[in-house]
């Protein structure tokens, strides 16, 4: 197979950070010490800025394959921290492999930089993390961003300052920048906007009261807009000393001075220009993690005094006076805090009281996003469900959480609720770390551990862990079958045949797959039923009882198909484009085969898009389409090199892709072969977004 780890396929930098202003001095300094150093945290406080300039450091580091980026803000556990840097990089690898192996994997042999944004709450984590990663990869360097030291050996820490004041700093040109912007965003000039520009020497002065400290500068601006640079100045000037008349009663005053007191000011300010309700509604949010959408924060955020009261004005306030930003086109559109910002509002929440039931009313809400996608996945909305469980994972990662610190039994079935996300989203990792997690809590068999311990037997033995499969089935079959429970019953059984599959014990395999069709059909359990004769009909393909295994996968698809089902469909549509491969009738194959890759690339399932791609290469070269044939390899080693493990392991799906590869190059010229290669390799792919060479005749570039 062609050598392809040397090409940067994901993880690369997010959008750049719009309006980014001055500190030229700083990101070159910091780049420079990069350069000579193999890891390098920028360390300041909360709010001034080390992030953007991470970003502008990272954009400039000049490393042979890239940056790679990696915000850790939202992740409360530390031992995810290895699964946050994994998913950022775009790897699905869902083995029960280490992190650092995983990682160590992917980033062989490369010259790159990553970027771990935001430690300080994880700091011993990313210590760890970092130093493995830094011992076992010589072409790795790291940037960090905390507000203290990692202390790990090979760092060299850059400390973060405010910015430059005075009539040419970099303060003022900022805040300039911002007023230019605000009046451009603006609808329609306010009737009270007073003319900022006209009072530099003014401007000047707030800058430096506010002591350079860009968020207290992005804090300030909107204020302007209704009220001068001079008045403002002048309340600065009567409550500086005192910080701010809403700064919580047991704050250490001392400490926050003097590199903090501008800032908690400037935050403290803002504060006070807001309405009482949205002084409240900015103390509610900070129970959102991440980002939230308008119908979460309605849910969770309005107790009383804001029962029943329409936030949509309210919210719109924070946003334009920058305590909330706004992310992501209308129709998806999504909100979120700046992390100094929440912790402000979460001092706020504490005083005020209430934070129990906002974190119960966060949990109960996710709780309910969790259950309803499991009830709706088998039908037509299952790349919506997947797109918002994807969209709110950091929500539901601390929900769950909450869960497990709270209660067992949501726990237990918020875990098993979550099936097809870990399932068949991608997520088997993370799902395995919450299951194993939720079951270790309950010796005593609370209601749902039956159902919690089959679905981390199918997890398990997705990740090619057979024999704690086999465990966890057996305990649930036997709890199950001990309290009258037909559903776990019907779907202990499945993965138990599962299990057995993977491993390759065929014959009891099949045994169980007999046993658990018929369980799952009177117990109601559809998707059960559709995965046991998915599963079934892969087992007798491989068996070579192509005419039952046809049978059985055309059996899956006319019973999903009035469901408007695309996952399950899926693998039927996988075995027939599989079986009319082997067949010899590739062009009857290519539409089966395709058909299943778009439903698997729609879910963002990595390891049936890989496997799909080497057959569906197969059947190209059998078909005579030669260039998409290498095409299609190039977007599998893509696929592969993120999942992992390539080919699974399995020596027969190896031989089949060498053979596949081997036809295709002895088909092009080597120049048309690699051209074509490059092309799948490195094509920009996101997540839910079919690729258009997949729904249409490949052509030539």
Not at 20 to 26: D, S
Not at 109 to 136: F, P
Not at 281 to 302: D, Y
Request: charged share 20%.
């Amino acid at each position: 197979m062609r050598d392809v780890q040397g090409l940067d396929t994901g993880g690369a930098l997010p959008a750049e950070p719009s309006g980014f202003v001055g500190r030229v001095r700083e990101v070159e300094a910091a780049r420079t010490r990069l350069a000579s150093h193999r890891m390098v945290t920028l360390h300041g406080p909360g709010g001034v800025g080390k992030t953007r300039m991470a970003w502008q450091v990272a954009a400039r580091a000049g490393l042979a394959h890239g940056s790679r980026w990696v915000d850790l803000a939202s992740v409360r556990d530390g031992a995810l921290v290895g699964q946050a840097v994994i998913t950022a990089l775009g790897l699905q690898d869902q083995t029960g492999r280490s992190s650092v192996a995983v990682l160590t994997e992917s980033l062989a042999g490369q010259d790159v930089l990553l970027v771990l944004d935001t430690c300080e709450h994880l700091l011993d984590e990313c210590a760890s993390l970092a130093g493995a990663l830094l011992a076992a990869l010589p072409g790795l360097r790291i940037l960090a961003t905390s507000r203290a030291p990692l202390e790990v050996r090979q760092e060299s820490v850059v400390p973060v300052g405010p910015m430059s004041t005075g009539p040419d700093g970099d303060a003022l040109a900022l805040l300039t920048a911002r007023l230019e912007q605000a009046g451009r965003a603006a609808d329609e000039p306010s009737p009270n906007r007073v003319p900022a520009h006209d009072e530099p020497d003014e401007l000047v002065v707030l800058c430096d009261a506010l002591e350079g400290i860009p968020l207290a500068i992005e804090l300030a601006a909107p204020l302007l807009r209704s009220a001068s640079a001079r008045q403002l100045n002048r309340q600065l000037a009567q409550r500086l000393d005192l910080l701010s008349p809403d700064t919580p009663s047991d704050t250490d005053l001392t400490a926050l001075r003097p590199r903090h007191a501008g800032l908690r000011t400037s935050i403290g300010w803002s504060h006070e220009w807001c309405t009482p309700h949205e002084r409240l509604l900015w103390a509610r949010l900070s129970v959102f993690p991440g980002s939230f959408t308008m119908t979460a924060m309605e849910f969770v955020c309005t107790i009383k005094p804001l029962f029943g009261y329409d936030l949509t004005d309210t919210l719109a306030s924070l946003v334009n006076k920058s305590v909330v930003l706004r992310e992501g086109p209308p129709g998806a559109r999504r909100y979120r805090m700046l992390d100094t910002i929440r912790e402000y509002g979460a001092e706020w929440l504490k005083r005020c009281g209430g934070q129990d039931e906002l974190r119960l009313r966060h949990r109960d809400f996710y709780r309910h996003l969790a259950l309803t996608g499991g009830e709706s996945w088998l039908g037509p909305r299952q790349p919506e469900v997947y797109r918002q469980a994807a969209a709110e994972h950091t929500n539901l990662r601390a929900a769950l959480q909450h869960c497990l610190l709270t209660d067992t039994s949501a726990a237990l079935h918020m875990t098993a609720d979550l099936f097809y996300f870990w399932f068949a989203c991608g997520n088997l990792r993370e799902g395995r770390h919450f299951l194993d997690a939720a079951l270790d809590l309950d010796p005593e068999h609370e209601p749902g551990r039956a159902r919690a311990l089959w679905v981390c037997a199918v997890v398990s033995s997705c990740q090619g862990e057979h024999h704690v499969a086999l465990e966890r089935a057996t305990e649930a079959l036997e709890l199950a079958t001990r309290t009258d429970d037909e559903p776990a019953r019907a779907w202990a059984t499945y993965a138990q045949g599962l299990a057995l599959t993977l491993q390759g014990d065929t014959g009891p395999a099949q045994e169980r797959f007999a046993v658990a069709l018929p369980l799952a059909e009177t117990a109601g359990e559809e998707i059960a039923g559709l995965l046991c004769m998915a599963s079934h009909s892969y087992l007798l393909m491989a068996l070579g009882e192509l005419d039952r295994a046809r049978a059985l996968a055309e059996r899956v698809i006319a019973r999903a198909a009035p469901t408007e089902d695309i996952w399950a469909r899926s693998f039927g549509h996988y075995v027939i484009g599989t079986l009319d491969t082997v067949d010899g009738h590739p062009a009857r194959a290519i539409p089966s085969l395709r058909t299943a890759l778009e439903a698997k690339w729609l879910l963002d399932d990595a390891y049936g898009i890989a496997i799909t791609l080497d057959t569906l290469a197969l059947a190209a070269v059998d078909d005579g389409q030669v260039e998409w044939a290498a095409w299609l390899l190039g977007l599998g080693d893509q696929v592969w090199r993120k999942v992992g493990v390539p080919q699974l392991g399995s020596p027969d799906m190896v031989e089949r892709r060498r053979t596949c590869e081997q036809r295709t190059r002895d088909a092009l010229p080597p120049s048309a072969y690699d051209h074509h290669h490059r092309a799948g390799f490195t094509l920009d792919t996101a997540p839910g977004e079919v690729p258009v060479h997949l729904r249409q005749p490949y052509l030539l570039a």
